[in-house]
């Protein structure tokens, strides 16, 4: 088998993995560089381009597991049996994780009843209209509406939305640290990790190109966001964070955040819920228009046995 040398993303690794990613849509939240870059520091990811198509592979001394790979279809399938060799030759089965119901699709086509995926609404993104979140029309966000206007009157004449530039990173910043502070980030392995990206995110800003919004109440940072373009009709949001003593500072800056800068895109693709009860409520109250669906693939046992 060819030596392939598999790397974490690096800055200057922006460009060809954009390349591949811009070429090979998803609306999946991870199907970008600043997700694959800010994550691999907290997880075992690697990329390489292998027969002609971008492979990131999840591995560590107990799994090794694959990403969709991004290419054209004869590229993608001669990738498929090399990571399978790869996993073979470690002892592994072969399995994939974040696969969407598209590229199972392609799955079945190429290899009939081979594979077989089990979906995990945990890690689902939900997805939703640009417009409705920046309006908040119909009798559904009716409640959300109320929220906008208690905070416009609980607030008024002290609050401001900004375009996040280098000129607020530092504010935001110091909000971070405040909001890790508050909310027990330390004691929190998975609020640690995501904290970590929140910063490394603020740090890199322009370096990743990332688009932000920041609310202020009384000249200082009450809330922030930050995302980016995913593909040419959605805008995925990756970071949000707001001081929960500030009454409704969450749904004002993802209202705000919409209408200032997300208006060209027609979704907008809020992430997963991870499977937290209060972050799934959240996101069904604002009515998403579909979900991303995603899950993981391994053989077939009919598969297997017939190999053996």
């Not at 932000?212 to 995913?230: I, N, Q, R, S, Y």
Request: proline letters at 2%; hydrophobic letters at 35%; one cysteine or more.
């Amino acid at each position: 088998m060819e030596e392939v040398r598999f790397k974490r993303a690096e800055l200057e690794d922006r460009e060809i993995i954009s390349k591949y990613l811009k070429h090979h849509t998803s609306r999946s939240c991870e199907r970008t560089f600043v997700n694959v870059f800010l994550w691999s520091r907290q997880y075992p990811v690697k990329w390489a381009v292998v027969e002609g198509a971008l492979v990131f592979k999840s591995e560590d001394e107990k799994h090794v597991s694959y990403a969709f790979p991004a290419g054209d279809d004869e590229s993608v399938q001669k990738a498929l049996e090399f990571m399978k060799s790869y996993s073979e030759e470690r002892g592994y089965p072969f399995t994939m994780y974040n696969i969407t119901p598209d590229n199972f699709a392609k799955l079945e086509e190429w290899y009939p009843g081979r594979f077989e995926i089990e979906y995990e609404r945990d890690y689902a993104d939900y997805v939703y209209e640009a417009e409705k979140l920046a309006t908040l029309s119909g009798k559904k966000l009716h409640g959300k509406r109320n929220h906008i206007n208690k905070f416009k009157a609980l607030y008024e004449g002290r609050w401001c939305y900004e375009t996040m530039t280098k000129d607020n990173l530092e504010e935001c910043f110091q909000m971070a640290l405040t909001w890790r502070n508050e909310n027990g980030c330390e004691e929190d392995e998975e609020k640690n990790a995501e904290m970590c990206v929140t910063l490394n995110a603020l740090r890199l800003f322009e370096e990743l190109e990332l688009i932000g919004g920041v609310l202020k109440v009384d000249g200082k940072v009450a809330a922030f966001t930050l995302g980016e373009p995913v593909c040419s009709d959605t805008f995925v949001v990756h970071i949000e964070k707001a001081f929960a003593d500030v009454e409704g500072a969450y749904t004002m800056i993802n209202q705000q955040f919409v209408e200032h800068e997300c208006m060209d895109y027609q979704y907008i693709n809020r992430e997963e819920d991870t499977g937290a009860d209060g972050l799934r409520k959240a996101k069904l109250s604002y009515r998403p228009v579909f979900l991303v669906e995603k899950g993981n693939v391994k053989e077939t046992g009919e598969w297997i046995r017939s190999r053996q």
